[in-house]
């Protein structure tokens, strides 16, 4: 996962999986294994991050809703020292349209699952590329 864009405490990296369209994975910059050793400050940071990503979400691809969840079991699976992160999962109630490809949330309202969107199991590297580009332009600074 290459970083998209960073913030003064998170990089916002987009998700290999793409099964639920626009997933990102945000990271904490700091070595930080806990979400209660996050300070106020990148906490303050955080909520920023995620009110400014849904906006740009619901905008520009009409995103309905949104899961996140802090999971760090590969880490302790794999005996890697934990670093808090969040998997942002765009939910979407109607299906979109994105450079041709017809995107539908089939399991909308419902727990997230691997095999939800039926887009087989990449989004084509063209429409990656488009996302990609999209969330920098966005989260430029000025």
Not at 26 to 50: M, T, V
Not at 93 to 101: M, T
Request: glycine share 4%; with cysteine.
């Amino acid at each position: 996962m290459d970083t998209i864009f960073s913030t003064t405490y998170w990089d916002v990296k987009l998700a290999d999986d793409q099964t639920y369209f626009g997933r990102l994975v945000i990271i904490s910059r700091a070595e930080r294994s806990s979400l209660p050793d996050l300070s106020s400050e990148e906490q303050k940071d955080f909520f920023e991050l995620i009110r400014k990503l849904e906006e740009f979400y619901r905008t520009k691809f009409s995103a309905t809703m949104f899961n996140y969840s802090c999971l760090m079991n590969n880490a302790y699976r794999d005996g890697e020292k934990p670093r808090v992160h969040w998997h942002f999962r765009p939910r979407y109630a109607q299906p979109i349209v994105v450079e041709g490809l017809t995107i539908a949330d089939p399991n909308f309202g419902n727990h997230y699952i691997p095999t939800a969107f039926g887009i087989c199991d990449q989004v084509p590297p063209s429409v990656r590329t488009i996302l990609a580009e999209s969330l920098r332009k966005h989260f430029a600074s000025p």
